[in-house]
């Protein structure tokens, strides 16, 4: 029995393993692609909020049917990271992101772009949320 139980702790670590090397590799970002955050100057709140974002390409085309996937980590330890995303966007090239401000302080906003042809583009954000 502890043969077994040892046969398939050793199956599982060798199906992690292979998992982690048939991972696809990250694409680097494509610095033709525009990513931006339109936001004006008014304070994020603790809440629930709508994140617009604008994708062009090199040329200043907007561009649809790209992914929009939206991260937020705080800067402290112990905060589960708030994820969400927009499929399709507007004709203008604009994406709206659903995304719950769980917490008021220091947040890391990571947003990733994917195109339809596969490219990338990644923008970081460092913002600060107010509690009502
Ligand atoms: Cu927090």
């Given at each position: 029995?502890?043969?077994l ?17 048939s ?104 913002v ?5």
């Amino acid at each position: 029995m502890k043969s077994l139980l040892r046969a398939l702790l050793v199956l599982c670590a060798l199906s992690l393993s292979s998992c982690r090397q048939s991972a696809q590799p990250t694409p680097t970002p494509d610095p033709d692609i525009q990513l931006e955050w339109l936001r004006d100057d008014a304070p994020l709140h603790v809440g629930m909020d709508a994140l617009v974002f604008l994708l062009k390409n090199g040329r200043a085309e907007p561009i649809r049917g790209a992914v929009i996937e939206v991260r937020g980590d705080m800067t402290h330890a112990g905060m589960v990271p708030v994820n969400s995303k927009a499929e399709g966007g507007t004709e203008d090239g604009r994406y709206v992101v659903p995304f719950q401000w769980t917490m008021g302080g220091d947040w890391i906003v990571t947003v990733r772009a994917t195109l339809p042809d596969g490219r990338i583009a990644q923008r970081r954000y460092e913002v600060q949320v107010r509690t009502p």
